[in-house]
């Protein structure tokens, strides 16, 4: 029987964006009535607990896996775990963003309401298998993240920053977009498990070639992949800290979830080449770029895009050991770099004035707490064992390995003893370079505490006990691969005026 109009289990299945939504509107209906104060205390709490609530529904949406609303969510391990890491993300940075919002003497209503709604997008991305659906929550996140990217006002950099994001933005998501319709024009359909039934039935059409290469260009935008990623730099240096750790974490989880849909569950043609070209490419431009740099959120900004590369290793190897490589890479980077941001959030200080590689000078004398955080977020990002980074980059490898991608582990190997330089300069400048200047460092308040302790317990968690989450991604990625026994049900028009 086909179902016409949704069920209880398809708002289940929901759920976290609904929490999400619902608590980003009050938020806002909220903000008005509060002083800058109340606002940036009372409403960062309801963003807290909107975020908290949003990773129970996560976990409450396991229980109930299955398609919904009309065959254009798929709600199964591989969407869950993006949920909950997503959610989880933006927790982290909401607890950074208090102190952030009180130094920066930022109104805080608009900032977390916003932060809520782009979840929404984030999240939904994961989950979805209707291509238009993924394009339509591509730009609830993107939207809301061109407005945070310029919420540092009074900074012309800042300003700059929103405004190459949201043009640059907009020419990706609308290469995306012809994709989907050029896929449309060669399947017959903008469901993911219809293409992929369409294309093993009648032969690969050289139409769905181009789309596929449109598409990547919209995501490789999102990820910072190259040779998309000329926007990521610049900025990363005018947004907010706090935003910069939700981009570069969150809405890269969620392209990157959507990456792997569309590259493995469809089987895309042509994959192969297009991903191993802009890996290698990341890879090296990423790292050489930051080798350069004095500016640590454009070192960050250019480690971000060769991290890029390094996952899209994971997407040229063979699915099975790709996938969930690919998706045990992604919780390691988030747990390091929404750290690392939280840090240079905090010792930045007011108007972002602290950011150089000279500021960092002797700050494990002034603040060893800070510097010793710093410092382990950094060893995993090189790589270096008992941290996430070390077993993230060792998945990665050996699936490419497995999958007889020698060379292009080669790149990357060679790409991440280029890549150990520049995170070791920042050690060096903490612990053995005497400060130039007299930069006072604030106490760590108790909700960055937490935040950062929270990052830290991930970052050695998945380095030490990494099993229990590899599993899982294993899991997931068997069920992303595992063939659909039965049919895609006709969608039909949801009636109007039912009841």
Wanted: glycine content about 8%.
């Amino acid at each position: 029987m086909t179902q016409t109009i949704p069920q209880v289990a398809d708002y289940i299945r929901i759920l976290p964006e609904l929490v999400l939504a619902f608590f980003g509107l009050v938020v806002m209906v909220l903000d008005p009535l509060l002083d800058d104060e109340g606002s940036r205390k009372t409403l960062g709490g309801i963003a807290l607990l909107g975020a908290l609530c949003g990773l129970g529904a996560s976990l409450w949406m396991a229980q109930s896996p299955g398609l919904a609303f009309w065959n254009m969510v798929r709600v199964d391990s591989f969407s869950v775990f993006f949920h909950v890491l997503i959610t989880a993300i933006v927790a982290v940075v909401i607890l950074t963003s208090y102190e952030y919002m009180a130094v920066q003497r930022i109104r805080a209503g608009e900032y977390y309401g916003l932060i809520l709604f782009g979840a929404v997008g984030m999240t939904l991305m994961s989950s979805a298998v209707e291509l238009v659906l993924i394009f339509i929550a591509l730009e609830i996140s993107s939207i809301s993240s061109y407005v945070l990217a310029g919420f540092r006002r009074r900074e012309a950099s800042s300003s700059e920053s929103s405004l190459k994001y949201f043009l640059l933005g907009s020419f990706a998501t609308a290469f995306f977009l012809y994709g989907v319709a050029l896929m449309f024009g060669a399947t017959g359909s903008t469901n993911i498990t219809a293409i992929s039934q369409a294309l093993q039935a009648k032969g690969v059409p050289r139409l769905a070639y181009v789309a596929v290469a449109l598409m990547f260009v919209g995501l490789g935008f999102k990820v910072a992949s190259a040779p998309f990623h000329v926007w990521t730099p610049d900025v990363y240096e005018g947004a907010p800290a706090p935003i910069v750790a939700l981009m570069s974490t969150g809405s890269k989880a969620a392209a990157f979830a959507v990456l792997l849909r569309v590259m493995f569950e469809i089987n895309t043609p042509g994959r192969f080449w297009l991903i191993w070209v802009s890996a290698a490419l990341s890879m090296t431009l990423g790292n050489l770029s930051a080798l350069v740099q004095d500016n640590v959120k454009r070192l960050l900004a250019y480690s971000s895009i060769a991290h890029a590369g390094y996952l899209l290793v994971a997407f040229a190897a063979q699915p099975g050991p790709g996938i969930s490589a690919a998706m045990f890479y992604t919780a390691s980077y988030a747990a390091m770099n929404v750290g690392a941001f939280a840090v240079v959030s905090h010792f930045a200080g007011a108007e972002e004035r602290y950011v150089t590689l000279a500021d960092y000078a002797g700050l494990g004398r002034r603040s060893p707490l800070l510097a010793a955080t710093l410092t382990i977020f950094l060893l995993s990002l090189i790589g270096i064992p008992i941290t996430g980074g070390f077993f993230a980059k060792f998945y990665v490898f050996s699936a490419a390995l497995k999958s007889g991608l020698v060379w292009l582990t080669l790149i990357g190997l060679l790409n991440s003893a280029i890549g150990a330089y520049y995170y070791l300069r920042i050690i060096v400048m903490m612990y053995m370079r005497e400060p130039k200047g007299e930069i006072t460092v604030r106490r760590i308040p108790a909700s960055l505490g937490v935040a950062l302790a929270l990052s830290v317990l991930a970052t050695l968690y998945l380095g030490v006990l990494p099993g229990r989450v590899l599993d899982f991604a294993l899991r997931s990625a068997t069920q992303l691969m595992q063939p659909h026994r039965a049919a895609i049900t006709p969608a039909p028009t949801p009636p109007v005026g039912t009841m």
